[in-house]
């Protein structure tokens, strides 16, 4: 049997807030989905090594060049809002 | 016959010979795309400037490609057909795009696709579904719908689509186009916007294997912004057309030809067995025993992938924001307004399967069973150069069909998923049309970079049979 998803915590760390539709609609789709996954247990994979990656990729290294950009204003004007040169948000720490 | 209906192929020819043949077919396609696409809505974002500066003399000179909506157009809206985008003009190109322009090519429109390319049928873009052009009642399979649909409508020359788990191979077979995933590693991703960063690629969605061959000529290479593109020679993929079949070992997994594989899709690619048979190919059964299990994997392995290459999008330094009093509020609420069902689906699956206490169950089950997926490939291609079997289980499906059942639309990409898991190069190449006279597409696998071998195969198979003389009445 797969595990039971409490949702809630779930949606909290994946920054989401669900409305009460669509919440229920959702717990249900996981549920559902992750019985289908459950049929991975048939197989014993004790001696199976994972595989995150299929290239034998090892760390690619290259000389740290800088390299002259004008990008900085692009970036900053297609942003949500921007003051001088930065990204402005709301306020981060209540009461300040 | 009309502009709009070469193949990149024969539109290079004509261009070469009459340098002014290049804006008469972009012109040509405009008015085709604005005559028509109110109907099948494969653009999003069409806007042929006609002051792209392009090299004057490359291999693709003067040719109009199509793009999928997530790979990034600098000074071009790119949205991945989703609301959290929206407004998003990325101040670059993507490596590939920057090869095309190199080659010649103008960049003729962003193509509707389903929202950070989940799913399977092009309906979960924020802008609507794209119609078949085989018939608007139908989907044209997905992510990369708009692509395939474009091509096929003769509404593009070519496009480029990505594939993560069908995504280009799957449409093309719903559609009757060519589509092909080249080799992990193969391509360039930079610029792509990410879902699942180990099983990406980005390759052509063309009329013929032909242009296939000449757009991977292009595409294909080492880039050091893409630190997993592969340091590996490309050669001349047109080098490998026209060749015979003739001693190639063509596989057939025996776990492809059963229950849950529509009978006209498994007659019309036995019929594609014998062509290849009577060309002189020999064909044995081979086994992947762990095919079944390729569509769980992939629901572990890429919606992880999936969560956390999405955590990047909250509002802050590009498009969408919700307004909100503080800082995690805006968060929250940007995220919430901003992604549509099936992505908030597949965040949340995939942040449960990372989640502490679930890891080992889940994640770390996914990517040892992937190991065995792989082995299965390692195996069979032991014996043989090349595996063929059905690219979908069934033809095209309805709009809406799907659309309340996930898992019953995530089972229409099982036979394309596993090439993902390995990281084979696979290609989709039409072969033939069901009694409703809709698309059925072939699908062939090969070993790792030898895309050259899929090109030999395919371009022998559609020489004898020249599906792609077929097009849809509009």
Redesign the interface.
């Given at each position: 049997m797969s595990e039971k998803i409490n949702i809630d915590p779930i949606a909290e760390l994946a920054r989401l807030n669900l409305k009460p539709a669509e919440r229920e609609k959702l717990a249900k789709d996981l549920q559902s989905i992750l019985a289908y996954v459950d049929q991975l247990k048939e197989l014993n994979t004790d001696s199976v090594p994972p595989t995150s990656h299929v290239l034998p990729i090892e760390n690619v290294f290259r000389k740290d060049k800088a390299k002259k950009t004008s990008i900085r204003e692009a970036m900053l004007d297609h942003a949500p809002k921007r003051e001088s040169n930065f990204f402005k948000v709301p306020k981060i720490i209540e009461g300040a | 016959m009309e502009l709009f209906e070469l193949t990149l192929k024969r539109a290079k020819e004509s261009i070469a010979s009459n340098p002014s043949k290049g804006a008469e077919l972009r012109e040509v396609l405009t008015k085709r795309v604005k005559a028509l696409d109110s109907r099948i809505k494969a653009y999003v974002n069409f806007n042929p400037s006609p002051n792209q500066s392009v090299t004057p003399k490359g291999p693709l000179s003067g040719i109009p490609i199509s793009l999928k909506d997530n790979i990034v157009t600098n000074g071009w809206e790119t949205t991945c057909s989703s609301k959290i985008l929206k407004?998003?003009?990325p101040?670059?190109d993507a490596t590939i795009v920057r090869k095309l322009k190199e080659a010649g090519a103008y960049v003729f429109g962003k193509c509707n696709m389903d929202e950070f390319a989940f799913g399977s049928s092009c309906e979960t873009s924020c802008y609507g579904p794209t119609h078949n052009p085989w018939n608007l009642d139908y989907v044209p399979g997905g992510s990369s719908g708009g692509s395939a649909a474009a091509v096929a409508g003769d509404l593009a020359i070519a496009a480029l689509g990505s594939d993560t788990g069908g995504s280009i191979r799957q449409p093309a077979s719903f559609c009757g186009v060519v589509g092909l995933k080249p080799t992990?590693?193969r391509v360039s991703r930079y610029g792509l916007i990410a879902f699942g960063s180990?099983l990406d690629q980005i390759g052509p969605i063309t009329k013929t294997v032909e242009d296939s061959a000449i757009l991977l000529n292009v595409l294909a290479g080492h880039d050091?912004c893409d630190?997993?593109s592969?340091d590996i020679p490309v050669p001349d993929y047109t080098s490998f057309l026209g060749k015979d079949v003739k001693g190639l070992n063509i596989g057939l997994p025996k776990e492809y030809f059963v229950k849950g594989l529509d009978p006209e899709v498994e007659k019309a690619v036995r019929q594609a067995v014998k062509v290849f048979q009577d060309l002189g190919a020999s064909v044995v059964e081979v086994s992947l025993p762990?095919m079944?299990?390729a569509?769980?994997?992939y629901?572990?392995v890429a919606v992880a992938e999936a969560?956390s290459n999405l955590g990047r999008f909250?509002?802050?330094?590009?498009?969408?924001?919700a307004e909100?009093?503080?800082?995690k509020?805006?968060?929250?609420?940007t995220?919430?307004q901003g992604?549509g069902?099936e992505a908030?689906?597949r965040?949340?699956?995939g942040?449960?399967v990372l989640?502490a206490g679930?890891y080992d169950?889940?994640y770390?089950?996914?990517?040892?069973?992937?190991?065995?997926i792989?082995q299965d490939f390692d195996q069979a291609f032991q014996k043989v150069d090349v595996i063929l079997g059905p690219t979908a289980p069934t033809p095209p499906f309805k709009i809406g069909e799907k659309m309340n059942d996930?898992?019953s639309m995530?089972l229409s990409d099982i036979y394309t998923i596993s090439a993902n898991?390995?990281?084979v190069p696979a290609m989709s190449i039409p072969c033939g049309f069901s009694s409703k006279n809709l698309p059925i597409g072939l699908q062939l696998t090969a070993k790792?970079f030898e895309e050259g071998t899929l090109f030999r195969a395919a371009s022998a198979y559609e020489a004898t049979t020249k599906w792609y003389e077929k097009k849809p009445k509009l």
């Open positions: - | 407004g998003f003009v101040p670059y992990y590693g180990s050091e630190s997993t592969a762990h079944k299990y569509v769980a994997v629901y572990i969560s909250d509002g802050v330094e590009y498009g969408f924001r909100a009093q503080n800082l509020e805006m968060y929250f609420e995220r919430s992604f069902a908030k689906r965040i949340l699956l942040t449960f989640s679930y169950a889940y770390l089950k996914g990517l040892k069973v992937r190991t065995l792989k996930p898992l995530y898991l390995a990281g790792p």
